[in-house]
């Protein structure tokens, strides 16, 4: 009678291993964020004239731009918008462009257009967008004792380079707050009255305000470093001289004053009610873990240094709660359908071992799963997490029917051995078939397009892979498990020593 090879259980059991050891490492090493990659590039640029109308902006900067970009490959569609001072175009790329040639495509066009622009154009600002883009969590800052300027100070030249240091973390510049900045405030009556004009004002204040290199000086035996800028006061800038008449000269303080101010506040950011300012972390590409960079984040804020005591900071959104809920969500899904099945297998078989047989089930499918896909550009996401949701239900399915069917042969008599062949080759094709039908329900994901696309090819793929490492595992550990460890049994319609039905 056929019985199992010495060569193959131990060829299972060193695969089960290994399987183990890769899924457990792969699971580590896989980025964790909240939506799979989605490859439709977005490129926007952005290009400033200030003091610009919209309607010049439009004419002059935008639709020169929009004609000229239709020079780039695998362009989707184009969007613009026309502000005061501001042209913004989005370009939005046919699905699976690739986002660095997309990017480096349109910035050589720009450039290559901006000759064609008014005078004075800056050179404009390409960037690149997709759904890693997103922020992984904001951190606010407040204070009650300290004005917006103040604290968006600390907030850009203070704690964002503190956080910079964290290991996949992109910080831009906060929002909210006030940008300070020196103001000169003049008089327009004053001002006429010196026969003065505001650019005046500017043009002599920048002229006298200039750093040049001056070099260096030997006198004697020493060396010294030369500066040619010495106003670093206000009660310096407020006596520079605008315009000399005579022997006298009208100063800056004649007409107005300088003072330690804000620019104009486009912007404001209000947290329970109050103007704060904000951070923005963003996770950047290849294989960053958002688990990881929010935890980097609270650990950098729990230790900051250089900033007052009554500045508080705080994290008012964090994206990797979604993550840890659906993480949670899996293992309580996992544990619920290990403990209800064994619970089922015991009351129904009374054997222990049996019941152990059917928790290799879930644990090899979904570390190998985890294994497979960290062969790809995938990463743990609540879609791969949903998916795998969706195939616990049917993971240990095919495990039980084969543990069921060999387990009918222990009782008729049979050998561990020879019940656990003969049980698993039954049911192969049943099993087979029930698995395929399952998988095959996700079939129609190929045909979706666009965002659709990459969010739901993700879901099935994870349930396909476990779905197909479930039937695996019920055809190979379930029967080595019974071979190794089950008893023979006789069954209450056989003799125990002539082995003849009654």
């Given at each position: 009678m056929p019985r199992f090879s010495l060569k193959y259980p131990y060829f299972i059991v060193v695969g089960c291993f290994i399987v183990s050891i890769l899924g457990i490492v792969s699971m580590m090493r896989l980025p964790v964020d909240l939506f799979p990659t989605i490859k439709i590039p977005v490129v926007a640029i952005a290009t400033f004239y200030n003091g610009m109308p919209p309607e010049q902006i439009e004419t002059t900067i935008t639709y020169r731009f929009e004609r000229f970009f239709t020079l780039g490959s695998n362009i989707d569609h184009i969007e613009s918008s026309s502000l005061p001072g501001v042209s913004l175009i989005k370009i939005y790329f046919q699905p699976g462009t690739n986002a660095d040639s997309a990017v480096s495509n349109i910035a050589n066009l720009a450039?290559?257009?901006?000759?064609?622009?008014?005078?004075?154009?800056?050179?404009?600002?390409v960037l690149k967008f997709d759904a890693s883009s997103l922020p992984v969590c904001l951190v606010g800052l407040k204070a009650k004792n300290l004005n917006q300027a103040t604290i968006r100070d600390f907030g850009q030249f203070a704690i964002r380079d503190q956080l910079a240091t964290v290991a996949g973390a992109s910080v831009p510049f906060p929002f909210g707050?006030?940008?300070?900045?020196?103001?000169?405030?003049?008089?327009?009556?004053?001002?006429?009255a010196y026969q003065l004009s505001a650019m005046d004002v500017v043009r002599t204040i920048n002229d006298s305000n200039l750093i040049l290199p001056v070099g260096f000086a030997f006198l004697g035996q020493t060396y010294y470093n030369l500066f040619s800028n010495n106003q670093t006061t206000l009660e310096e800038l407020n006596s520079i001289p605008l315009k000399t008449i005579g022997t006298s000269s009208a100063l800056v303080k004649d007409l107005g004053y300088a003072k330690d101010d804000a620019a104009i506040q486009t912007t404001i950011v209000l947290v329970d009610g109050k103007p704060s300012v904000y951070l923005p972390i963003l996770r950047q590409g290849g294989g960053s873990n958002t688990i990881a960079i929010v935890n980097g984040i609270k650990k950098v804020l729990s230790s900051l240094v250089d900033i007052p005591q009554q500045l508080i900071t705080q994290l008012f959104f964090d994206q990797s709660l979604y993550i840890r809920s659906s993480i949670k969500s899996l293992v309580f899904e996992g544990t619920l359908g290990l403990g209800l099945t064994a619970l089922m297998i015991l009351i129904f078989l009374g054997s222990f071992r049996a019941t152990l047989a059917s928790f290799f089930s879930i644990p090899l499918s979904v570390l190998g799963t985890f294994m497979i896909l960290a062969l790809g550009d995938n990463s743990i996401n609540v879609m791969i997490l949903g998916g795998m949701a969706l195939a616990f239900s049917r993971l240990i399915d095919d495990s039980?029917?084969?543990?069921?069917?060999?387990?009918?042969?222990?009782?008729?008599?049979?050998?561990?051995?020879?019940?656990a062949e003969k049980g698993a080759m039954e049911v192969s094709l049943p099993v087979l078939a029930s698995t395929v039908t399952a998988g095959i329900v996700f079939l129609p994901v190929v045909l979706l397009y666009g965002v659709s696309k990459y969010l739901f090819s993700a879901l099935a793929l994870s349930?396909?892979?476990?779905?197909?490492?479930?039937?695996i595992v019920a055809m190979t550990v379930v029967p080595l498990f019974c071979t190794t460890f089950l008893k023979q049994r006789i069954g209450p319609t056989f003799e125990k020593k002539g082995g003849s039905s009654i």
């Open positions: 450039m290559a257009d901006l000759a064609r622009l008014p005078v004075g154009t800056l050179p404009p600002i707050g006030k940008y300070r900045q020196i103001m000169v405030y003049v008089d327009p009556l004053k001002l006429e039980v029917v084969v543990l069921e069917n060999i387990y009918r042969h222990l009782e008729l008599g049979e050998p561990p051995a020879i019940a349930a396909v892979i476990a779905l197909a490492l479930s039937y």
